[in-house]
């Protein structure tokens, strides 16, 4: 079993910064993916990010383009998102993922935190 801890979430005011960290533990491996969701009220659960640990390659929802990054540390089997320039509809509790594959992470996540809550005012 793969245990997820998320930190980093709280309120910022628009066009700041937070960085929500999530550190696997358990059966990790060094391959498969990570990545973040994000849920609004109100709404379905969406794709924010992800990374892969083979080649660290990131890949990026439209609406979070050229704001979050996305980053990864292969020896603490953490991921870590850098949220920047965050507007209100950045709301949403955050939720870290890990599966075997990126497709895996895309389709529905083998392992799941429990979410940590960002709130962006105006």
């Known amino acids: 079993q793969v245990q997820l801890v998320e930190s980093g979430g709280g309120l910022v005011q628009a066009g700041g910064s937070l960085r929500l960290s999530c550190a696997a533990s358990?059966?990790?491996?060094?391959?498969?993916?990570m990545g973040w969701f994000r849920q609004a009220p109100g709404k379905e659960r969406e794709f924010v990010s992800a990374?892969?640990?083979?080649?660290?390659?990131?890949f990026y929802a439209d609406s979070v383009r050229g704001r979050f990054t996305i980053s990864g540390d292969n020896a603490k089997n953490t991921v870590y998102l850098q949220m920047n320039s965050l507007i209100p509809d950045d709301t949403a509790v955050y939720y870290c993922?890990?599966?075997?594959?990126?497709?895996?992470?895309?389709?529905?996540?083998?392992?799941w935190g429990q979410g940590t809550q960002v709130a962006v005012s105006s």
């Open positions: 990374i892969t640990w083979s080649g660290l390659n990131s």
């Open positions: 993922a890990k599966s075997s594959t990126l497709k895996g992470l895309y389709l529905g996540a083998d392992y």
């Open positions: 358990g059966r990790t491996s060094s391959s498969g993916a």
